[in-house]
Every structure is written in structure tokens, then in C-alpha cells.
């Protein structure tokens, strides 16, 4: 699909579509208004016969409007305008595209980016707009022999800026988006790979394929033999019972001057969790195949991020593993001995995520980094308490966290902070280990939190467990993409390019 924005007048265009808000109780926008007027009362005759109320997500397809240039004006009902909020634009937005592509309108020019929504501008309007339409056409058929051919005709959508003064910043917000919804796109697709095809070796093949495509990017693989070097024994202790070999990819972007230090995300990658000896039970143990999310969203901003040329530099390390039970797996009551030279009592084996990321947590000291960031698929209790909603963040540094919240405002992509007080740390007291990689029953996000705290002393360091918003369950099961958004704004900010200038 392609994208761009224009400021013009609605009785100007010569679209094969124009699309026009409409509000509850059958109220014309600005845009809807000045079409009704050229044509001399057609569209408030409509309403007044009741063919439109103006409800959130109702659309009314016209064709042929007097005096009107375009063939089509899709009419589309965005509520009360007083109500209209954040989510309810996206959602509009989303159902507009899908109702454009039944059309068979190749093109349209899209007036909703003009809408008032509260506390936001336009810069933020129509990128989120662009990556709405995008989210929504996304689809993942590459396994399918016979794939759905949707009739989508539509190729080309253009929001309209009030002003010409605004067209750079709707010009950067399209750039913008498409940068993020690539990223947001790479996410998906790595994470919706089954578990069969998507194992550590896939992950490191796709962040091969950055440092293929991008100049700057250059990527290396830790295997199990150098892990060994390293004195990686806990992450290497959850790969064992696996076949496939466990592998870490380091992908280093360099946009930055060369003695900045660098922003690092960590991604759990653990291809699949199987639970291990503490085995999950068989009822969605699919699933389990996205618990390489975190991976996958450090992945996709790291493409985002390549392909926006930030002149910061980051680096992005997959930890991929696989949690699998066997006569050689690791077991419940096993002492580990962890890169960092602490030592871990094993309580559950499914308690693993935790076990690979210390070890990278440790391994990314060498960096001397900036902000350390890690994002996993932690705690089914993150679940519990946030719900599909918002990503879990923990932090034991104030700014970091408030820096990631912003990120999280601007884009949408919600987070939501949890405490990690010293006072949870008990939890994890072991009687034969430095600790246990267990918390018991209460706080299990926080107590995760703070176990992978005791590895991340050196650093400035956040944690975003997103159990519950890395993908949709049901019949609409698939990966979301998050928190590619989040984390992309907050590489945009940091590079002090978060407005659209
Ligand atoms: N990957 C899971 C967490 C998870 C579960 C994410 C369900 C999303 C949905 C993690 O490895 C795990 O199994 N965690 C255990 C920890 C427990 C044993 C302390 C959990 O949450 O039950
Ligand atoms: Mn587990
Ligand atoms: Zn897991």
C-alpha cells in the first residue's frame, strides 16, 4: 500500500474515492460539510432520511454526488465528536481501510486525518493512521498451499493535512509509520513461524538478513561452544534437553558517533517452551511457540530502526533456546552456575526465561552500555495483572522508566509500571544456591523482575514482560507486533526526532 499526505479542499479532489466523518447525531464534519454544500444539500438530505446516524464504525458508500469531482464519498460515523478518543480514531480508521478495499476503489483520499482528537496533533494523527491501515491488512499465509486472495484493489490512500505549513510533518509521519509498521511487520512474521521451522537457527538467519540489508548492521552468533567459554551455564542448562542448538545474535547498528555508548535490547527467545521437566499442560501449549516474542520485538525495532537511520547506536541481541524435556534436560532441584558467577537453584524448569536472560543480561556488560532493555514473554502472572492490554515494566532506574512510559504514551503501544522493591527479593531466597529462580505464588512478575535485577547492577535497565500483549489468543490468534512501536519511538526520541521535524 502506498501512503502520502496533500492539503486540499474535498470538492477539489478527483479521487475515485473521498472519505468524510460524520458524527453522532447525524452531524456533519468540516470536510463532510463543505462536500454538502457543493452539492447543493445531497449528503444532509441523506441523514435527515436516516440512512446514516454517525455511529462509531458506520459507513455509508455514495457514488456519483453532485457537483462532486470524485466518483465515490465513503461516509464514515465517528461517534460523538466530543468522544472521540485515541482508540476510537484507530478503530475508525481500521474499519475505513477494510471498507475502502470492498470498494474497488484504487485510490482515496482520506479527510479523517482532520478529525479533532483530543491532546494530539497531526504529526501523531496520521502516522497512526498509516500504521493502523497497515496492522489491519497484515495477514500471514506463507504456510498456507491455497492462500485467501482478498480482492484489494486499493493501492493507494492520501491523508489530508488541514494546511500546506503541515505537510512536512504529515511527510514525516508517513515515513514514520512505514518505518515502524516494517518493523511491526518482521515481528509478526518471525513470531507466527511454528516452532518446527522457527527454532534458535531461524532467529539468527533473520537477524543474518539485517546485516545483508543494511549497511550498517553487522551481526555475529554466540553458539553453545563459545557459551561454554563464557561460562553461560544457566542459559546453556535450558537448551540442553533441545536438539537444536541454542544460539544468541548480537545485531549491532551503528548510526551513532563512534565513542557513543550504546542503547542495548535484550529479546527472550525461547522458540518454544515446552516447560521443560516441570512440563506445561497440553491445553494451548501452542502458544508456547510465541514465547519467542520478546526476540521477535527486538528484531523488529532493530529493522525499524535500520530503516529510519537513527544516528544512534544500538545493539540487539536474540537469546534463542529452546525449553524442551529430556534424559538430558535440566532438572528441578539442579544448582546452576551462572555467567555472572552467581549461582541459581533450578525450583521449575518452566521458570526458564529468566535463566537465558541473566546470562545475556551479563554477556552485554562489555558494551559499557548506555540502557540496557529487556523485553520478554516472562510471566503468565503479568497476565493476571495487566491483562492483553499493557505491557509489564519494571525498573530499578526512575528516568529509564519514564523515558519508556513516554515512548509508550506517544505511540499507543501501552505499558504500565509495576514496582521492584528490594522488599519482593525474599522471595527468592534458597537454602543450598545464591537463590532460587522461583518467587512462589504471589507477585510473579515482580519477583521475575527482581531476579533478573541481581544481573544487571553495571547498567541502567528496564524490563518489559509482554506476557499478555505479545499475541492474540482465539480466533484471532496471532502476534500484535508489540511493543515494535513502543520501543521504535523510544530510538526516536533518543535521537531527538520524536516531533515531526
Ligand atoms: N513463557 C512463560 C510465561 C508465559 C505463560 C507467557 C503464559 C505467556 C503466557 C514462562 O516461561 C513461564 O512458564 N513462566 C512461569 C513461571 C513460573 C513457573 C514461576 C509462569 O508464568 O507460570
Ligand atoms: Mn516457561
Ligand atoms: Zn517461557
Known amino acids: 500500500m502506498e501512503f502520502s499526505v496533500k492539503s486540499g479542499s474535498p470538492e477539489k479532489q478527483r479521487s475515485a474515492c473521498i472519505v468524510v466523518g460524520v458524527f453522532e447525531p447525524r452531524r456533519l464534519s468540516g470536510t463532510a460539510e463543505q462536500l454538502d454544500e457543493i452539492s447543493e444539500g445531497y449528503i444532509s438530505n441523506l441523514l435527515r432520511k436516516g440512512d446514516l446516524e454517525g455511529k462509531s464504525g458506520q459507513m455509508l458508500l455514495l457514488h456519483h454526488v453532485p457537483n462532486i469531482l470524485s466518483e465515490r464519498v465513503l461516509l464514515v460515523g465517528c461517534g460523538k465528536e466530543r468522544e472521540l478518543d485515541e ?71 492520501i491523508f489530508n493535512v488541514p494546511t500546506r505549513r503541515e505537510l512536512p510533518i504529515g511527510e514525516r509521519a508517513v515515513t514514520h509509520a512505514l518505518a515502524i509498521s516494517e518493523g511491526i511487520t518482521t515481528c509478526k512474521n518471525v513470531a507466527n513461524m511454528p516452532p518446527n521451522i522457527c527454532n ?12 545483508n540489508d543494511y549497511d550498517n548492521v553487522t551481526t555475529t552468533i554466540v553458539n553453545e561452544k563459545e557459551m561454554e567459554e563464557l561460562g553461560m551455564g544457566s542459559y546453556l ?54 514465547d519467542m516474542g520478546g526476540a521477535a520485538g527486538v528484531l523488529g525495532a532493530m529493522h525499524a530502526l535500520a530503516e529510519l537511520q537513527l544516528p544512534i547506536n544500538v545493539i540487539g541481541v536474540l537469546a ?64 493476571v495483572a495487566l491483562g492483553a492490554h499493557a505491557t509489564g515494566l519494571l525498573s530499578s532506574h526512575n528516568p529509564l522508566a519514564h523515558e519508556l512510559l513516554n515512548a509508550s504514551e506517544q505511540s499507543g503501544d ?11 527479593q525474599d522471595q527468592l531466597e534458597s537454602p543450598f544456591a545464591d537463590f532460587t529462580n522461583l518467587g512462589g505464588k504471589e507477585a510473579g512478575t515482580i519477583t521475575a ?30 502476534s500484535t507486533g508489540r511493543p515494535v512501536s513502543m520501543l521504535t519511538q523510544f530510538l526516536l526520541n533518543r535521537s531527538g526526532q520524536e516531533q515531526g521535524e
Open 237 to 290: 542448562a535450558v537448551g540442553r534437553g533441545s536438539v537444536n542448538e541454542s544460539l544468541m545474535s548480537i545485531i549491532k547498528y551503528d548510526g551513532g558517533a563512534d565513542d557513543a555508548k550504546p542503547l542495548v535490547l535484550v529479546g527472550k527467545g525461547l522458540t518454544f517452551d515446552s516447560g521443560g521437566i516441570s512440563l506445561k499442560p497440553g491445553a494451548g501449549m501452542d502458544e508456547m511457540k510465541y
Open 414 to 424: 501501552r505499558a504500565w509500571r509495576l514496582p521492584l522493591w528490594d522488599d519482593y
Open 87 to 157: 482508540r476510537q480514531y484507530r478503530q475508525i480508521i481500521t474499519k475505513t481501510i477494510n471498507t475502502l478495499n470492498e470498494t474497488g476503489s484504487m485510490e482515496a483520499v482520506c479527510f479523517l486525518s482532520e478529525l479533532h482528537v483530543k491532546g494530539r496533533d497531526i504529526y501523531w494523527k496520521v502516522r497512526q493512521a498509516v500504521e493502523a491501515a497497515q496492522d489491519g491488512l497484515y495477514s500471514f499465509d506463507s504456510l498456507k498451499t491455497r492462500k485467501a486472495e482478498p480482492r484489494r484493489p486499493l493501492r493507494k490512500i
Open 320 to 383: 534463542g533456546c529452546e525449553n524442551m524435556p529430556s534424559s538430558n534436560a535440566y532438572r528441578p532441584g539442579d544448582i546452576l552456575t551462572t555467567m555472572s558467577g552467581q549461582t541459581v537453584e533450578v525450583l521449575n524448569t518452566d521458570a526458564e526465561g529468566r535463566l537465558v536472560l541473566c546470562d545475556a543480561l551479563t554477556y552485554v556488560e562489555r558494551f559499557n552500555p548506555d540502557a540496557v532493555i529487556d523485553v520478554a514473554t516472562l510471566t503468565g502472572a503479568c497476565v
Open 449 to 478: 523482575a527482581c531476579f533478573l535485577s541481581k544481573f544487571t547492577k553495571k547498567y541502567n535497565w528496564a524490563h518489559l514482560d509482554i506476557a499478555g500483549t505479545a499475541w492474540r489468543s482465539g480466533k484471532n490468534k496471532g
Open 200 to 211: 534458535p537457527a531461524y532467529l539468527a538467519e533473520q537477524a543474518k538478513i539485517l546485516e
